[in-house]
């Protein structure tokens, strides 16, 4: 087994396709007959099935959060928090991992065929909400006899899940861990995703969402999203130390290559995400992230969508992070608060920006390692 970070590595993982044949009523009215959700596990799950930890992904993310895949040298995006000794242990959780419904790393959605038609999904996959990917993911764990989660942890998007998890299925969550996230995403963050969507509808290649038929992908209109994306995970700090306004070359060219640092390396992002994501997946997460607002079904308070729970919260963020401020993390444990809900908060500086919640921060490590570790004598793992 290879090592990564403090603790071991959970090793070669093989991903697996979970047939989920109960029907689906999604929030927009539409009905899934059935579905396939792609997962991966890493650790024993105990004799009295107490011990399973959910991971929530992210916007980008899919279900290989750690160990490797085959020979391959770069491990799962949350390897350095999950594994044997690492802060999520699997050598006391059952850790489960998967790709969304609507995800397009093997899981139902939009580059996936409709089993009606015979024809890839493509823009007539179903727009979808956290609370879809709840009730969907709540149809896997019922498919894999896990009645109740020790803990469902999730940062960024994935946090929302875990908020939506413990107010419309509290008895079936135990430790509701929240990162980097916010009750509701701001008219700026929706902003900055529609911009990036219309980078991607506009794209000549993009056909209506058909551009499958067509052997083309909007690579242009998926490259300006992902960099636009991005320069918001990142704090202006961040972005200073590492690039500055430095040049590539000892004097400007006066032209629109590629002359700083920056530049570059957004580039470079930009060509990594279209050769791994899909682009109506991308529209069709961004749009999830967006109708995010537990509070709306309960008059607009989420005091009120809070009384629902009956989990614990461990809620995190990062003080570096604009996109999802300390500020709505601290919203959100005022809201739980003021419910009656039992709540641990904890503020890691840091300077990276959003993407700080992937990253090994000792102290946000030492917070999740005792934390998750309480769980685990609690569950008896």
Not at 191 to 212: C, K, T, V, W
Request: proline fraction near 5%; glycine fraction near 8%; aromatic fraction near 10%.
């Amino acid at each position: 087994m290879q090592e990564s970070g403090a603790g071991g590595s959970v090793g070669i993982v093989v991903p697996q396709v979970v047939d989920i044949d109960v029907p689906l009523i999604l929030d927009c009215g539409r009905l899934l007959r059935r579905h396939q959700l792609i997962v991966e596990t890493y650790g024993q799950l105990n004799a009295a099935r107490s011990n399973a930890v959910l991971i929530c992904h992210a916007l980008s993310g899919d279900h290989h959060a750690a160990g490797y895949h085959g020979d391959e040298r770069k491990p799962g995006w949350w390897d350095n928090c999950i594994g044997p000794g690492k802060p999520i242990d699997t050598n006391r959780f059952y850790v489960v991992s998967l790709n969304n419904l609507g995800g397009c790393r093997g899981s139902t959605g939009p580059n996936t065929v409709d089993p009606e038609t015979g024809r890839v999904w493509g823009p007539d996959f179903p727009l979808l909400t956290v609370r879809d990917w709840v009730r969907s993911q709540s149809l896997l764990a019922t498919k894999l006899g896990i009645q109740q989660w020790a803990a469902v942890i999730g940062g960024s998007l994935g946090g929302m899940q875990v908020m939506q998890w413990a107010i419309d299925l509290p008895t079936r969550v135990r430790h509701a861990v929240v990162i980097a996230s916010a009750p509701q995403i701001s008219a700026q963050n929706i902003a900055f995703n529609e911009i990036a969507r219309q980078a991607i509808l506009s794209d000549p290649d993009f056909h209506g969402g058909r551009y499958y038929e067509h052997g083309v992908v909007p690579g242009r209109g998926l490259r300006l999203a992902r960099m636009l994306g991005h320069i918001t995970y990142l704090s202006d700090a961040a972005m200073r130390a590492k690039f500055g306004n430095d040049l590539k070359a000892p004097q400007p060219s006066f032209n629109f290559d590629v002359e700083f640092e920056v530049e570059s390396y957004l580039r470079y992002q930009g060509e990594s995400f279209v050769d791994r994501f899909d682009a109506n997946t991308y529209l069709l997460m961004t749009k999830a992230l967006d109708y995010f607002d537990p509070a709306r079904d309960y008059d607009d308070s989420l005091v009120a969508a809070f009384r629902q729970a009956q989990a614990r919260f461990l809620v995190i963020a990062f003080s570096s992070d604009w996109r999802f401020s300390p500020a709505r993390s601290r919203e959100i444990v005022k809201a739980l608060v003021d419910a009656g809900r039992p709540v641990s908060y904890a503020l890691i500086d840091s300077s990276l920006g959003h993407d700080d919640f992937l990253m090994p921060l000792p102290d946000y490590h030492l917070m999740l390692r005792h934390y998750l570790s309480r769980v685990a004598d609690e569950v008896g793992a």
